[in-house]
């Protein structure tokens, strides 16, 4: 009988290691999902912003922001997909959610990119991405702007800036 007791709490415990919960990050009030909405699933990045040495103006130059491009994985280290230009983020099972920025908060860390609202502006296929409303960048390291003058010398030049955070979606 004890046997029997031990052999189901085990397999509990493993169903609940399996199917961990995910919590929602606390974030400013303008970063939070709508209401009515529910988080359904976590994403680590890893991987570089892309900026451009551009013209801004007749006289000055600045980096400007190109794109996006990591790698997502999951608390595991299981692939989840890649996000890039649009910004656009990608399952593994081929759906997509395309997101247009509907709120920003510069974060805690000067150093890092801001953190983001974003909301879906289209999705498409029937997986991961294809439910997702909303998109919160949360915890983020790096990717900003290179330090480095932008000059005419360096015009058109491409930086790619290692950055990490965390991404939530909301359905």
Same mark, same amino acid.
């Given at each position: 009988?004890?046997?029997?007791?031990?052999l =189901?709490?085990?397999?509990?415990? !493993?169903?609940c +290691?399996?199917?961990? =919960?995910?919590?929602?990050?606390?974030?400013?009030?303008?970063?939070?999902?709508p209401?009515?909405?529910t988080?359904?699933?976590e $994403?680590? !990045? +890893?991987? #570089?912003?892309?900026?451009?040495?551009?013209?801004?103006?007749?006289a !000055?130059?600045?980096w400007a922001?190109? $794109?996006?491009?990591? !790698?997502?994985?999951?608390r595991s280290?299981k692939?989840?997909g890649?996000?890039?230009?649009?910004p656009?983020w990608?399952?593994d099972?081929?759906?997509? #959610? #395309?997101?247009?920025?509907a +709120?920003?908060?510069?974060g805690?860390t000067?150093? $890092?990119?801001?953190?983001?609202?974003?909301? /879906?502006?289209?999705?498409s296929?029937?997986?991961t991405? +294809?439910? /997702?409303?909303?998109?919160?960048?949360?915890?983020?390291?790096?990717?900003?702007?290179?330090?480095?003058?932008?000059t005419?010398?360096?015009?058109?030049? =491409?930086?790619? =800036?290692?950055y990490t955070?965390?991404?939530?979606?909301?359905?």
């Amino acid at each position: 009988m004890k046997r029997g007791i031990w052999l =189901v709490t085990m397999l509990a415990l !493993a169903a609940c +290691a399996e199917k961990s =919960v995910i919590v929602a990050p606390d974030v400013p009030a303008a970063l939070r999902a709508p209401a009515g909405q529910t988080l359904y699933l976590e $994403a680590l !990045a +890893a991987g #570089v912003q892309i900026y451009e040495c551009s013209r801004k103006g007749d006289a !000055a130059f600045e980096w400007a922001f190109k $794109a996006p491009r990591a !790698a997502l994985v999951d608390r595991s280290g299981k692939s989840l997909g890649k996000h890039y230009a649009g910004p656009t983020w990608e399952s593994d099972d081929g759906s997509r #959610v #395309v997101g247009q920025v509907a +709120a920003r908060d510069p974060g805690p860390t000067p150093s $890092a990119i801001p953190w983001l609202l974003l909301s /879906a502006k289209s999705n498409s296929g029937s997986g991961t991405f +294809a439910e /997702a409303k909303s998109i919160q960048r949360v915890a983020t390291s790096g990717g900003i702007a290179p330090t480095t003058p932008c000059t005419t010398a360096k015009l058109n030049e =491409v930086a790619a =800036v290692p950055y990490t955070a965390t991404y939530y979606f909301y359905r």
